[in-house]
């Protein structure tokens, strides 16, 4: 079955960058773009950007954009999602989540704390 | 930039039927999906394309789109529906709702 495991929860100082993996399994890893949201604490979700796995085209938020840079690495099937410049506002939850069967986020990783303190 | 707007909390009693909307504009024209999250859980996808139902969503879950109004329908609400539900759609980039706190008690 279709599996997205992310990364360990991370503790970043003010003006460091985080570097979160989500590693897929279950599926082609190159058939599927990966796309990842954030949800701060108490808050909504929110989009971030996509890359896919087949090219490395990338699409940011505008609100990410200059800050976000989003990867991948065929070889172990995972993708990276990489912000820079990190305030308290960035403590959230970060996902990655791909949409495999129906078009819509069918699967999603379970999730990474980052806390920018 | 394209916004979506749901209530952000609605209340039922159990066995009653919970209706959460999700307008934005022209939002007919595009697909609207439906995700529940539960506390500490990553969102589950329970309606797609407006109203279609992935494989192992309860059909109690029902979904459809008129206008700009999309509404998510759990009929026969139970205690484990209680959940936050955010809508999502497309325009230059994925969109979420604010999400609605579905209270059954």
């Known amino acids: 079955q279709v599996q997205l495991v992310q990364s360990g929860a991370e503790v970043k100082k003010p003006g460091a960058s985080v570097k979160v993996s989500c590693k897929a399994s279950?599926?082609?890893?190159?058939?599927?773009?990966i796309n990842w949201m954030r949800q701060v604490p108490g808050q909504g979700l929110e989009w971030m950007g996509w890359?896919?796995?087949?090219?490395?085209?990338?699409g940011y938020a505008q609100r990410f954009q200059g800050r976000v840079t989003m990867t991948r690495d065929t070889s172990v099937s995972t993708a990276y999602m990489e912000l820079s410049s990190l305030t308290s506002e960035d403590t959230a939850v970060y996902y990655c989540?791909?949409?495999?069967?129906?078009?819509?986020?069918?699967?999603w990783g379970q999730g990474t704390l980052v806390t920018v303190s | 930039s394209y916004d979506l707007t749901q209530p952000p909390s609605l209340s039922v009693s159990p066995g009653q039927a919970a209706s959460i909307t999700c307008s934005g504009d022209?939002?007919?024209?595009?697909?609207a999906s439906w995700y529940q999250q539960k506390p500490g859980q990553s969102p589950v996808l329970v309606i797609y394309?407006?109203?279609k139902r992935p494989s192992g969503i309860p059909e109690r879950f029902s979904g459809s789109i008129s206008g700009d109004t999309a509404t998510l329908v759990i009929s026969g609400t139970q205690a484990m529906d209680e959940a936050d539900y955010y809508c999502?759609?497309?325009?230059?980039?994925?969109?979420f709702g604010g999400g609605t706190k579905l209270t059954v008690l």
């Open positions: 890359v896919s796995p087949n090219s490395e085209n990338t």
């Open positions: 999502q759609t497309w325009d230059n980039g994925v969109i």
């Open positions: 022209k939002l007919g024209d595009k697909y």
């Open positions: 394309q407006d109203s």
């Open positions: 279950g599926y082609t890893f190159t058939s599927h773009d």
């Open positions: 989540a791909i949409a495999v069967a129906v078009g819509s986020f069918d699967n």
